[in-house]
């Protein structure tokens, strides 16, 4: 019964990691960009919902609303007016300014904030469970779960059936011809950034939920996460970063069944046999198909 709970406790904490990666899911997938702020991004958007909180009086819930447009709209500038200038410059070019981003903001946050924890308070629904045949579930965890899943299938849908999404797709597969139908391929990477911030604010909004608060360096890790399991979902695949984040989770989950002092160890060992054996990940449809 111990190693089903530590499953089930694994697949919610693997849809947690598959909605942090999914933001960069689409940056590498649409706009062959690894970004090494997203993590950072993660943790803007949480102080965002915290601002929201303390500011205005709204609750986290409502101060998702706030949060994850007001990144969005910030993402697609950045894209705009510095990532897509970089891209010209070669590929090295975003790597140096999306690390530049990852050393900036946690500063920036220090300066305004300090490096105390701040809180994101959900109330009940925190220590709220349900159980079933034994096994209790949080409620919580299981609403992460449950959005990750959406958010991937709403994306898909958006790929497939929007015609900004079908732009996205010819994006990622041959961006030349993109340019030669005449199609702003610049609005096109620039919204695509903008998804992926905005996810990025959401998955960090849900990050702090769970740990009880947001501090200016918590992106250091929350990045890690996002990285590995997109390389084990698969580079550029949505649903695959839904497998690899499953997969993580449970691995860090019945590692710590063993002993407290594993859950990372393991997932970082189960994250390189991955690139060993199957360097191209467990899920291999791409973002644009």
């Known amino acids: 019964m111990a190693f089903l709970n530590a499953l089930v406790q694994g697949i919610l904490l693997g849809g947690l990691f598959a909605m942090a990666a999914l933001g960069l899911s689409i940056a590498f997938g649409v706009l062959r960009v690894v970004n090494l702020a997203h993590g950072e991004i993660m943790t803007l958007g949480a102080y965002l919902a915290f601002v929201t909180l303390t500011g205005l009086g709204l609750n986290v819930w409502v101060g998702l609303l ?51 924890k701040k809180a994101l308070p959900t109330g009940d629904l925190a220590v709220q469970s349900i159980t079933f045949g034994g096994i209790t579930v949080g409620v919580l965890q299981l609403i992460t779960l449950v959005v990750a899943i959406a958010l991937i299938a709403a994306l898909q849908l958006f790929l497939a059936r929007t015609r900004m999404g079908r732009f996205m797709r010819a994006a990622a ?29 959401l998955a960090g909004v849900f990050f702090g939920i769970r740990q009880g608060g947001v501090t200016p360096f918590d992106g250091q890790t929350t990045v890690l996460f996002a990285f590995e399991a997109v390389i084990i979902g698969g580079l550029g695949s949505l649903w695959g970063t839904l497998a690899g984040g499953v997969v993580l989770g449970v691995a860090q989950t019945v590692a710590g ?28 449809s791409k973002v644009a198909a």
């Open 66 to 116: 706030v949060a994850v447009p007001v990144m969005g709209i910030f993402g697609y500038w950045i894209q705009r007016l510095i990532l897509q200038r970089a891209l010209r410059l070669g590929e090295l070019a975003p790597l140096l300014v999306t690390f530049g981003m990852a050393i900036i903001i946690p500063n920036g946050l220090i300066e305004i904030f300090t490096n105390n």
């Open 173 to 201: 597969d041959d961006s030349e011809t993109l340019r030669l139908m005449g199609v702003d391929y610049r609005r096109v990477y620039a919204f695509a950034m903008a998804i992926a911030f905005a996810v990025a604010a």
């Open 257 to 284: 069944q063993i002993s407290p002092e594993l859950p990372l160890l393991v997932g970082n060992l189960v994250f390189i046999a991955i690139l060993v054996f199957r360097p191209t990940g467990i899920v291999q």
